[in-house]
Each structure stands twice: as C-alpha cells, then as structure tokens.
C-alpha cells in the first residue's frame, strides 16, 4: 500500500518537491505515487486540448513499470481535481495454474489533510484490505477487494468534489450513505472469512481423525483393545458436535489468526475427544460407574454399551465432564441440615392458686 510523506509547505505537493522525472527499472520499480502523478500530469494535459508528449511518455514507462512488478491494473478510480487515486492490482502466478496477486493501492493522504472525516473513512477501507488480502483466498478474496476498491473509489470521489464544488450537506449525506455500504462489504468479509475458516478447521479435523482411523483399524484388526476403540468413538462424537454446529449457524471461529492456526484447532477436536471418550470408558470399565446394562448382558453388549458411552462423551464434553466429577470423594454435596424449630414462647407468669405455698411459708 503506497504511503506519503506530508509536506512542509501545504502549497506545494509531497511529490512536487522532488525530480519528478522517472527512473524506475526491474530492481526499483515505480511506486503507486509515481503513477498517480504521472497520471495527472497526463490527464490535465489531456484536458487543456493540448497533445504533451513527454507526459504521455512519462505516463506510460511508469504504468508499464508499475504494472510488470506489481500486475495488471483491474479497478481504479482517478480524481481528476486532485493528485489521488485507488487501484486494484491482480498478478498471474506460472500462468494461471496458481492463485493470482491482488494488491490493494492507495494515495490520497495530503489530498485529504483538510478532509478529516473521509481520510477516517478511507483508512477503514485500508484496514479491510489488508485483512481481506492477508486472511481470504480465492473468489471470496476478489470479490472483497472489488467491494473495497468501489467503497474507496465512490470516498475518493467526495474529495473530488469537494475540491470542485462546495456542498457540505451533499458531502455529509453521502458520507453517511458510504458508512452503511461500508459496513455491509464488512459483515460479507466476516462471514466470508468464517465460512473459510470453517473449511480450514475442518480439513484439520478430516486429517486427524483419518490418521486415527487408519492406526485403529489396524489395531483392532488384530486384537480387541477398548482404549483403542473408545478414543475412536469420542473423536467421531467430537467430529459430529462440530457438523452439527456448523450446520446450524452457531459456529464462529478466530479467522484473523490464519489458516495454519485454524488447521491446529480442527486437528485437535478429535484428540479431545477422543481423550473423554478413553476416560469415560476407564470409569465405567474400572467400577467407578456403573454401567447401565443387563446382568445376563454378554461381553459383546458391554463393549456396544462402552463405545456409546464413548461416542456421547466426545460428543458432549459438559456430559463428559460432569460425569467424571461426579466419582470424586468430595463431589457430591453433604445432605442439607434439619430446619432449626424455634423455641415456644414462655406462658406469661399467673397468680399461684390458694393450695400452694408460697416460699418461706409453713404449714
């Protein structure tokens, strides 16, 4: 993303004050601001009638430069009152077999030095584009950058007008207007990054629960093992928690970490898993728990009822957990004391009757 120094004297542009003659080559290639300029020169040229040479060479060695190091230019707004610019740049990798570049370039920071409120806006669009570059990938990652590059485009262009015409209850309403489209390309970008999260996280779980499968199946080929076969059974209920929250809408992941992190996470939801499912089945198995089966059940119904108790253990780590506390020696909660019966009231003292003696009276 192209950045610009701000110039000591407002009057005279950054770019201005330096030899704007290009010499860009293979090793130093043109910067997005050298384009924007050179551009300028060209269109204001163009627009005063007259033919300039040298601006129209100018123009086009920066472009082809720019353009051979950073790839082709896809989307671009140009302002034509003021030296500002937004582009879209796509670069083709081993001719289209892998996934093209995008870049995401813009220049419009002393353009927008008087302009507070649409320079904010601006680099909010910059924050999106450097997430949607770093985290998307593929069409989601395009379609991102294409909402972004059009968002800063129609905020470029208010800058436009403002060096035009003055309207400020024009500028504000569309101001406002450009807030709330902003904030949609935001919510398609964190739902977009999500769902690939999502794809990530459970490419991590596929892989994982693959390599389990495949050693256990090995294992119990040979010999019964229910260690073996309960892991298996927590890691698949652990497997179908997660489907069933992604299917309902409920499952929301840390995208901005990246996909390796991602694939981390997934990898270990079956380990977890599998690890309740291994306890669980020690505490039923070992007596700590009774397991709810017939006396007369055989060896093949006790193994059925392990592996159920497994799969519901890696499917709920609550249950799990809760279960497995529930063994403690200081788990379950001392019975409640008996309700305290207040003492009866005192009857209030009465007059002794005649047959009784009063003390130190005799007979």
């Given at each position: 993303m192209s950045e610009l120094i701000q110039p000591l004297n407002d009057d005279v542009s950054p770019v201005r004050q330096v030899e704007?003659?290009?010499?860009?080559?293979?090793?130093n290639p043109p910067s997005f601001t050298e384009l924007v300029y050179a551009h300028h020169d060209w269109w204001r040229a163009r627009q005063g009638g007259t033919l300039d040479?040298?601006?129209?060479?100018?123009y086009d060695a920066v472009l082809t430069s720019f353009q051979a190091h950073h790839g082709q230019i896809v989307r671009a707004y140009w302002c034509a009152e003021v030296e500002s610019a937004?582009?879209?740049?796509?670069?083709?990798?081993?001719?289209?077999w892998l996934t093209p570049v995008f870049g995401f370039h813009r220049e419009s920071d002393w353009a927008t030095k008087s302009d507070p409120d649409v320079a904010a806006e601006l680099h909010r669009c910059d924050e999106l584009a450097v997430r949607a570059n770093a985290v998307l990938t593929g069409v989601r990652q395009r379609i991102c950058l294409e909402l972004v590059v059009a968002s800063a485009a129609h905020r470029r262009s208010l800058v436009d007008t403002r060096a035009g015409t003055t309207d400020p209850e024009k500028t504000k309403a569309a101001l406002a207007h450009e807030q709330e489209v902003m904030q949609k390309v935001r919510d398609y970008y964190c739902e977009a990054a999500n769902g690939q999260a999502q794809l990530i996280y459970s490419g991590g779980i596929a892989t994982v629960l693959a390599v389990l499968s495949a050693v256990a199946a090995l294992w119990l080929s040979i010999t019964w093992a229910t260690p073996v076969a309960a892991l298996i059974a927590g890691a698949v209920g652990a497997v179908v928690s997660v489907i069933q929250r992604i299917n309902?809408?409920?499952?929301?992941?840390?995208?901005?970490?990246?996909?390796?992190?991602?694939?981390?996470?997934?990898?270990?939801?079956?380990?977890i898993g599998g690890a309740f499912g291994m306890a669980i089945t020690f505490a039923f198995d070992g007596g700590l728990l009774h397991l709810p089966v017939a006396a007369s059940a055989t060896t093949h119904d006790r193994r059925l009822a392990l592996l159920v108790l497994g799969f519901l253990a890696g499917f709920s780590e609550r249950w799990a957990q809760d279960t497995l506390t529930s063994v403690l020696p200081g788990s379950k909660s001392p019975p409640a004391p008996a309700p305290v019966t207040p003492p009866a009231p005192v009857p209030a003292a009465t007059t002794p009757s005649s047959d009784t003696h009063p003390e130190g009276s005799t007979s």
């Amino acid at each position: 993303m192209s950045e610009l120094i701000q110039p000591l004297n407002d009057d005279v542009s950054p770019v201005r004050q330096v030899e704007t003659q290009f010499r860009g080559n293979e090793a130093n290639p043109p910067s997005f601001t050298e384009l924007v300029y050179a551009h300028h020169d060209w269109w204001r040229a163009r627009q005063g009638g007259t033919l300039d040479a040298a601006a129209d060479a100018a123009y086009d060695a920066v472009l082809t430069s720019f353009q051979a190091h950073h790839g082709q230019i896809v989307r671009a707004y140009w302002c034509a009152e003021v030296e500002s610019a937004v582009a879209l740049t796509e670069r083709r990798r081993a001719r289209g077999w892998l996934t093209p570049v995008f870049g995401f370039h813009r220049e419009s920071d002393w353009a927008t030095k008087s302009d507070p409120d649409v320079a904010a806006e601006l680099h909010r669009c910059d924050e999106l584009a450097v997430r949607a570059n770093a985290v998307l990938t593929g069409v989601r990652q395009r379609i991102c950058l294409e909402l972004v590059v059009a968002s800063a485009a129609h905020r470029r262009s208010l800058v436009d007008t403002r060096a035009g015409t003055t309207d400020p209850e024009k500028t504000k309403a569309a101001l406002a207007h450009e807030q709330e489209v902003m904030q949609k390309v935001r919510d398609y970008y964190c739902e977009a990054a999500n769902g690939q999260a999502q794809l990530i996280y459970s490419g991590g779980i596929a892989t994982v629960l693959a390599v389990l499968s495949a050693v256990a199946a090995l294992w119990l080929s040979i010999t019964w093992a229910t260690p073996v076969a309960a892991l298996i059974a927590g890691a698949v209920g652990a497997v179908v928690s997660v489907i069933q929250r992604i299917n309902s809408g409920s499952f929301v992941l840390d995208y901005d970490v990246g996909g390796p992190y991602a694939f981390f996470l997934g990898g270990l939801r079956p380990l977890i898993g599998g690890a309740f499912g291994m306890a669980i089945t020690f505490a039923f198995d070992g007596g700590l728990l009774h397991l709810p089966v017939a006396a007369s059940a055989t060896t093949h119904d006790r193994r059925l009822a392990l592996l159920v108790l497994g799969f519901l253990a890696g499917f709920s780590e609550r249950w799990a957990q809760d279960t497995l506390t529930s063994v403690l020696p200081g788990s379950k909660s001392p019975p409640a004391p008996a309700p305290v019966t207040p003492p009866a009231p005192v009857p209030a003292a009465t007059t002794p009757s005649s047959d009784t003696h009063p003390e130190g009276s005799t007979s």
